[in-house]
T-cell receptor, first 118, second 114 residues
Framework: GAVVSQHPSRVICKSGTSVKIECRSL??????MFWYRQFPKQSLMLMAT?????????EQGVEKDKFLINHASLTLSTLTVTSAHPEDSSFYIC??????????????FGQGTRLTVV | SQQGEEDPQALSIQEGENATMNCSYK?????LQWYRQNSGRGLVHLIL?????REKHSGRLRVTLDTSKKSSSLLITASRAADTASYFC??????????????FGKGTLLTVNP
């Protein structure tokens, strides 16, 4: 299957700093990338959908100024957690869709980033 | 809001036994997908079943879909210790244009004891 690489896998940062997480599609072009957040032993919550070259669409309750998403190319999307607080500590996962993909196909997921804000 | 709801939340079985997990959802869907997640890792796609399909097989996996009841089941036969993981169902629904959203259930934590 297609490969989505997410980096870093773990990051610890101080309160008030910003953290950038990268999501790359390695062997396909991704028109759409999705960012999820997962709390321990819970499900994945969709945060936003990013389309290459346009603004991201955020889910209700997700602060767009806090979680900045950039999808500047067909192989890279970034999520920046700005002015991080301890409550932002979570597991963040990205997924990507292939350029030529139709509705009835799978999504490819990165390995996730464990963010700890101290 | 969460679309899929899996049950049971946790399941512990012995190697060689079959494991059945169920998923219910609330709205119309294009397809339903099952994913596996090892602790602290990303998700791995297992199987996709379209809304016009009723049953699908892939190796030791068997998935059923009942759109009238808005439910699906995942059966893993002859389980192995390596099958220990969390399993999530996800419903796909068109969200406009060429986009569709995946909405995940809460997952079932499967433990297969050697």
């Amino acid at each position: 299957g297609a490969v989505v690489s997410q980096h870093p896998s773990r990051v610890i940062c101080k309160s008030g700093t910003s953290v950038k997480i990268e999501c790359r599609s390695l062997d396909f072009q991704a028109t759409t990338m999705f960012w999820y957040r997962q709390f321990p032993k819970q499900s994945l919550m969709l945060m936003a959908t990013s389309n290459e070259g346009s603004k991201a669409t955020y889910e209700q309750g997700v602060e767009k100024d806090k979680f900045l998403i950039n999808h500047a190319s067909l192989t890279l999307s970034t999520l920046t957690v700005t002015s991080a607080h301890p409550e932002d500590s979570s597991f963040y996962i990205c997924s990507a869709r292939d350029l030529g993909e139709f509705t009835n196909t799978e999504a490819f997921f990165g390995q996730g980033t464990r963010l700890t804000v101290v | 809001s969460q679309q899929g709801e899996e049950d049971p939340q946790a399941l512990s079985i012995q190697e060689g036994e079959n494991a059945t997990m169920n998923c219910s959802y609330k709205t119309s869907i294009n397809n339903l997908q099952w994913y596996r997640q090892n602790s602290g890792r990303g998700l791995v796609h297992l199987i996709l079943i379209r809304s016009n399909e009723r049953e699908k097989h892939s190796g030791r996996l068997r998935v059923t879909l009942d759109t009238s009841k808005k439910s699906s089941s995942l059966l893993i036969t002859a389980s192995r210790a390596a099958d220990t993981a969390s399993y999530f169902c996800a419903t796909a629904r068109n969200s406009g244009g060429s986009n569709y959203k995946l909405t995940f259930g809460k997952g079932t934590l499967l433990t297969v004891n050697p």
